[in-house]
């Protein structure tokens, strides 16, 4: 199976380091001039689906990739929503610190594995994600997209949470590997053997 794991554009609250998950956001002028940019790089490829989160800032981009490929519909999945920060949903991390020193320092130091109140940690997207990509697989395979691939507009730490999926490797591993705003992850998944290969990473450099 062959996947587009594509992170939504810049919003005003990544550029400003605001604790977000799953509130909203609007695009800076950067992350709305680089849906052309994804749209423009998409257009030719043969797409067989295209899936994305049901928040807004993954919605914009999809439905601009949507826009070049009229054939396909545009299917929104709850899974593949970007992790909850729960109480420190909307804060600045200094205003996170304030209201609990101790727990928000494990969310922001350990967040992959320290769940805040009302939110989730690492585990829970995963628990989430590989449901998901496993119902891509089996669509795949009674499709037959063969080479075709699938793109999935998503969220950083739910796109981290597949590759740890396909690859086997725990988000320590992952973690510093760069998933910039609008970046595009080319993946090859075999699902019965358990195999993940990065095939390409590519993004707007010069609208970010």
Request: net charge negative; proline share 5%; aromatic share 8%.
């Amino acid at each position: 199976m062959k996947l587009l794991l594509i992170r939504h554009p810049q919003t005003e609250a990544l550029k400003q380091r605001i604790i977000y998950g799953r509130t909203e956001s609007p695009l800076t002028k950067e992350g709305s001039e680089s849906i052309a940019w994804a749209a423009d790089r998409l257009k030719a490829i043969d797409l067989a689906a295209l899936y994305c989160s049901p928040q807004q800032r993954a919605k914009l981009l999809a439905e601009g990739i949507a826009a070049v490929h009229p054939e396909l519909s545009l299917r929104i999945d709850e899974r593949i929503c970007e992790l909850h920060c729960g109480i420190y949903e909307q804060m600045t991390f200094e205003e996170a610190v304030a209201v609990d020193a101790e727990d928000a320092n494990k969310f922001l130091y350990e967040f992959g594995f320290h769940r805040p109140r009302g939110g989730e940690n690492f585990e829970d997207v995963k628990a989430r994600t590989g449901p998901f990509l496993a119902d891509l697989a089996a669509e795949a395979e009674k499709e037959g997209y063969g080479e075709r691939p699938i793109a999935v507009v998503s969220h950083a730490m739910a796109i981290r949470s597949m590759i740890a999926h396909m690859t086997g490797f725990g988000l320590n591993d992952i973690w510093h590997i760069e998933i910039q705003p609008t970046g595009i992850l080319e993946f090859d998944y075999q699902p019965e053997h358990k195999f993940g290969r990065l095939i390409s990473m590519t993004g707007p450099a010069s609208l970010i």
